[in-house]
């Protein structure tokens, strides 16, 4: 069992900068896939960004695409920075971790990953 907590949520204007924080524990690490995910109210819960087992490898959604950046240090630790955040950011924001590289699965689909964490409120005020 892997277990995810994220930090670093909280309420913010629009235009500022937040980084999400995802730490992971449990057994044994190796070759986890790494994702972000978003839920807004009454919405499905949606892709934001990707990061392989090695971290050369990123992906985002076109929405947050040169805003927001996906990074690891594989001491177990997942982050999201998030510039330049506007209203439609608003949303619970869920790290996913999948025990296979992106490159052999559809990391874009929130049915593909295996463990996630509790979420983290991120409100974006206009």
């Known amino acids: 069992q892997v277990q995810l907590v994220e930090s670093g949520g909280g309420l913010v204007q629009a235009g500022d900068s937040l980084r999400l924080s995802c730490a992971a524990s449990?057994?044994?690490?190796?070759?986890?896939?790494m994702a972000w995910f978003r839920q807004a109210p009454g919405k499905e819960r949606e892709f934001v960004a990707a990061i392989s087992w090695s971290g050369g490898r990123t992906d985002y959604a076109d929405s947050v695409k040169g805003r927001f950046t996906i990074s690891r240090d594989n001491a177990r630790n997942t982050y999201l920075q998030m510039n330049s955040l506007k209203p439609e950011d608003t949303a619970v924001y869920y790290c996913a971790a999948e025990p296979h590289d992106i490159y052999y699965f559809n990391y874009r689909g929130r049915n593909e990953y295996d463990y996630w964490g509790q979420g983290t409120q991120v409100t974006v005020s206009s």
């Open positions: 449990g057994r044994t690490f190796s070759g986890y896939s």
